[in-house]
């Protein structure tokens, strides 16, 4: 009985691994999901209490992550093997001691400094890389801002360097428009870096998100394109697979390959292209994590969603391959409202009633104005017609109402 119960005990030890989540939002909570299904122990960790993912993980910890020696306290308390970082607001230098004690940080530490700055993996993806961008400058003052937008002309965007989820992003049409544009910028940052990114405006036919997975043992792998719709920054909707040429698709492949093999690490990243028929492929910006616009898995676009490929990833499991199954979209719920009180919803009822449909409330115990609070998601074949699947897709995720 000993012996047994000993040798159970081990291959417990053995595959269970403990798992720090800095970030608790619908986003990390599907990774819970996706990992406790494998029998993964998970603490989430976040700003304030009641957030998506502690509602379903082991354990939880409510905290300032930029609060480096708040963050390393909760490391020594947990002893975690695994550290997934979901979102920009960490005090990520840290992580770099967590990882030489043997720590796994996801996808590695290199790759959450890099990526949490937009200054970093610019200058890594046009300079080092040579991967084609938009043209760009940096500002810390107002006057720098113009002195930018001198070189780059009108339209041009501006952004922090440090954000989410479009925060503080902005498209400049003329001069007179900067100075709103540097202080919704500098409010929308988080962190403690003020400073922006000034950048011309591509003229693209579309835009894409293309998940890209990297492994401890197996080759990296690219899930089908997404296609996806921003407002002032932020996503709206998505729909699998975007239609791009083949040779644009092999050359958005060569330039997440090359990125992402840079950053080091196994994981799932959402690297985003413009897409311009004239002028080929533009880098954009790169997520070490599972992506927004990636929600449009969930609708079984895939034989794995994106969740389930980061979880593998992060854990060494086996991914024989990637296909699509169907066609799917996604379209985001917004609240209309702003408040502290535990939100409502109705026409759930009425939405369901569209053949294969989910919806996913995500459980956020307050609403601010148009914060994203649950997503619904069509699926059809194949060869189906995608224009209508998306129109369908946004007219159920308006029948529900936050209150």
């Known amino acids: 009985m000993f012996y047994l119960c000993h040798t159970f005990k081990h291959l417990k030890e053995a595959m269970t691994k403990k798992i720090l989540l800095l970030g608790s939002g619908e986003l990390g909570k599907e990774f819970v999901i996706a990992a406790q299904r494998k029998g993964q122990y998970i603490i989430a960790c976040d700003s304030y209490a009641g957030a998506p993912a ?36 960490i005090r990520t230098e840290r992580l770099y001691d967590c990882e030489k004690e043997g720590i796994q940080i996801v996808p590695s530490a290199k790759a959450v400094n890099y990526t949490m700055n937009r200054k970093a993996i610019r200058d890594l993806a046009a300079k080092e890389l040579g991967l084609k961008t938009a043209k760009y400058f940096y500002a810390k003052t107002f006057e720098e801002l113009k002195r930018a937008s001198e070189e780059i002309g009108f339209p041009c965007v501006v952004k922090p360097l440090m954000s989410s989820s479009g925060k503080g992003q902005s498209i400049v049409m003329r001069a007179e428009e900067l100075q709103h544009a540097w202080e919704y910028g500098c409010s929308g940052s988080r962190g403690d870096i003020k400073e922006l990114i000034i950048e011309e405006f591509i003229h693209f036919d579309s835009e894409i998100t293309l998940l890209t997975v990297t492994q ?26 975007a239609c791009i040429a083949p040779d644009h698709l092999k050359e958005a492949q060569e330039m997440a390959d090359k990125v992402t093999k840079a950053l080091t690490g196994a994981g799932i990243w959402g690297v985003e292209f413009f897409i311009s028929h004239k002028n080929g492929v533009y880098f954009s910006e790169l997520s070490p994590r599972p992506h927004d616009t990636g929600m449009v898995t969930l609708a079984g676009t895939q034989n794995l969603n994106e969740f389930e490929l980061h979880c593998r990833a992060v854990l060494g499991l086996p991914i024989p391959h990637i296909t699509l199954e169907r066609m799917g979209a996604s379209a985001v719920i917004l609240s209309p409202i702003a408040s502290k009180e535990q939100p409502r919803y109705k026409g759930e009822e009425e939405a369901l009633k569209e053949s294969n449909t989910y919806l996913r409330i995500f459980g956020k115990p307050y609403t601010k104005l148009n914060r994203r609070m649950g997503v619904a998601l069509c699926y059809a074949p194949l060869g189906s017609d995608m ?17």
Request: glycine content about 6%.
């Open 216 to 241: 401890k043992k197996g080759p990296t792998l690219f899930c089908p394109p997404i296609g996806h719709v921003q407002k002032n920054g932020d996503y709206r909707e998505s729909f699998q697979p």
């Open 54 to 89: 502690m509602q379903v993980a082991d354990e939880y910890e409510v905290f300032d992550m930029l609060d480096g020696d708040r963050l390393m306290a909760v490391v020594e308390k947990h002893k975690p093997d695994i550290i997934v970082p979901e979102i920009e607001a």
């Open 387 to 403: 224009e209508a699947l998306r129109n369908k897709c946004k007219a159920v995720a308006a029948k529900v109402e936050v209150y």
